[in-house]
């Protein structure tokens, strides 16, 4: 796992030089790249969602795109649309911002349900269908969206399929008053943007991708996921709780934290520290949680600390070479 921890610490830290003090989330984000998962940045204005955004796209080597949301936006704005050329007299596709490998949705609670769910086919099954002609997306492909969670007026909430779609939700959250004044002073003459290089291939993200899905989970840290998220949906308090692909997505999760870290076994430890992000947006709750003033993170909380940890070796049930027969070695 060598190779996938340098790769993920040289975009972690080329991403540092613009988002300031906030390695965790950073972190994630490289997490649910690795994963070939989506990312839902969902966070209150001004503390650099977009830039988050931006900066990780900029690091790979891959094509870019930004879809600026708007009220007005229709489905073909995303998709892309058939035109009649008059001189060929035949109908001429004209691919859409979908059409690239990181896609930048920005404030994409902003446009109608209608124009949202042109995503949907996109982020999950990576084709987009244009007039019954399916087309498949560019690899790697994902999107990137962000949202405001207290703006809400003049935005449309995304529906629970839609949701469910993003492998996983963050928040930066503010500054602390150090990270701030770093913040004030890098910008003094120029943005950090403007500088920030690419610092790897699209080859190099392939192949840590794939060897990402390698690392192994033992038989009993497999049950502790599934358990977690049965716990989400027996909760009292939750209406509707995470789905398998919850499961999936926090399995795939921490196979790529354990990868960042150089290691090539899970540990209960990845799984505590991804829980959140991955399940916290899948759970709907219920009237009496919103009485108690609950979130759904809080609820993720409460089922991470209900559910026995397992112990024992993270590696049991891996494959072990076999044992050589007496008198088998060289003499």
Do not use: W
């Amino acid at each position: 796992m060598t190779e996938v921890q340098d790769f993920s610490e040289r975009v972690i830290q080329n991403i540092e030089k613009v988002i300031v003090g906030k390695r965790e989330t950073v972190e994630q984000a490289v997490v649910a790249l690795l994963c070939q998962g989506h990312l839902l940045i969902e966070d209150v204005p001004g503390v650099g969602k977009t830039m988050l955004a931006r900066s990780l796209a900029r690091s790979l080597g891959c094509s870019f795109s930004r879809i600026q949301f708007t009220p007005d936006m229709l489905p073909s704005d995303v998709t892309g649309v058939s035109i009649y050329n008059q001189v060929t007299r035949e109908f001429e596709f004209r691919p859409g911002p979908v059409m690239a490998q990181i896609v930048l949705a920005d404030e994409i609670n902003r446009a109608t349900p209608k124009t949202q769910a042109a995503l949907l086919e996109a982020m999950e099954e990576r084709t987009t269908t244009v007039d019954g002609v399916t087309r498949a997306l560019p690899r790697p492909f994902m999107v990137l969206a962000t949202q405001n969670p207290i703006e809400y007026e003049g935005t449309f909430p995304l529906p629970e399929a839609q949701v469910d779609r993003f492998l996983m939700r963050i928040r930066l959250g503010y500054p602390i008053a150090s990270d701030e004044v770093r913040v004030l002073e890098c910008q003094q003459y120029r943005h950090p943007f403007e500088e920030l290089e690419q610092v790897v291939g699209v080859e190099e993200l392939v192949r840590a991708q794939t060897e990402v899905k390698g690392v192994f989970a033992s038989p009993a840290l497999k049950r502790y996921i599934v358990e977690i998220v049965r716990q989400t949906r027996e909760h009292p308090e939750v209406y509707l709780g995470a789905s398998p692909r919850g499961s999936l997505a926090l399995y795939r999760s921490a196979q790529a934290k354990a990868g960042m870290e150089g290691r090539e076994y899970i540990l209960p430890d990845d799984i505590k520290a991804l829980a959140g992000p991955t399940l916290a947006h899948r759970v709907i709750l219920g009237p009496g949680a919103r009485l108690r003033d609950l979130s759904a993170l809080q609820i993720v909380d409460e089922v991470l600390h209900s559910v026995p940890v397992p112990g024992g070796d993270p590696l049991a049930g891996a494959s072990q070479p076999e044992p050589l027969e007496a008198g088998g070695a060289d003499e």
